[in-house]
């Protein structure tokens, strides 16, 4: 199975912030990459897909880029709805797989 | 709207069997690949399969593969999940989820919790 390195575990960050998220894919995955954002009752919805793939309602501040191996998600300046969980998950070989979460926290 | 809605979930004993449902809504469910994922308590995140539209295909993680059974019947818009044999480890939230064409998972279920103890 591929493995998703996701940093930070967590990060405390204002409002108004601009923050990156990282996922390193223990082989290359060919840009098959998506990333997701749980809120805090469970709820989860998709935000960029195929690495840079903007989901259809979500706010032009969250933006992914990456290749390779390496794969980032950004939030260019913070807002309230924005502290969540967040996970990338590749595709490029089954069994899917997941990182293990940030958590974005209020500072 | 689409909506996802899970059911079936509880307090399960090791080594015995559960269904779960999920329910679609608000699009055409004979359409889409379907998947189920699930949520550990410490938030590991297991793609757990995956089915195709008309139910001639599945594929599965290979852990999981030989306990757990995806089914789907389109006349009733739901989703399946047999897990047989549950372990401890098998102690999760549950999401039906519905795979969009880049595939990625584009909606959902609000998820069913899943505990497996004596």
């Known amino acids: 199975d591929i493995q998703m390195t996701q940093t930070p575990s967590s990060m405390p960050a204002s409002l108004g912030e601009r923050v990156t998220i990282s996922c390193r894919a223990s082989?290359?995955?060919?840009?098959?990459l998506n990333w997701y954002q749980q809120k805090p009752d469970g709820t989860i919805k998709p935000l960029i897909y195929?690495?840079?793939n903007l989901q259809s309602g979500v706010p032009s501040r969250f933006s992914g880029s990456g290749s390779g191996t390496d794969y980032s998600l950004t939030i260019s300046s913070l807002e309230p709805e924005d502290f969540a969980m967040y996970y990338c998950?590749?595709?490029?070989?089954?069994?899917?797989?997941f990182g293990a979460g940030t958590k974005l926290e209020l500072k | 709207e689409v909506q996802l809605v899970e059911s079936g979930g509880g307090l399960v004993q090791p080594g015995a069997s559960l269904k779960l449902s999920c329910v679609a809504s608000?699009?055409?469910?004979?359409?889409?690949?379907m998947s189920w994922v699930r949520q550990t308590p410490g938030k590991t995140m297991e793609w757990i399969g995956d089915?195709?539209?008309?139910?001639?295909?599945?594929n599965y993680a290979p852990s999981l593969k030989n306990r757990f059974t995806i089914s789907r019947d389109n006349a009733k818009s739901t989703l399946y999940l047999q897990m047989s044999n549950v372990r401890s480890e098998d102690t999760a939230t549950y999401y039906c989820?519905?795979?969009?064409?880049?595939?990625?998972?584009?909606?959902w279920g609000q998820g069913v919790m899943v505990t497996v103890s004596s």
């Open positions: 989820t519905r795979v969009a064409g880049s595939p990625y998972f584009d909606y």
């Open positions: 608000g699009f055409t469910f004979s359409d889409y690949w």
């Open positions: 089915i195709k539209y008309d139910g001639s295909y599945t």
């Open positions: 082989q290359g995955i060919s840009n098959y």
């Open positions: 195929y690495t840079s």
């Open positions: 998950q590749q595709y490029d070989s089954s069994p899917d797989t």
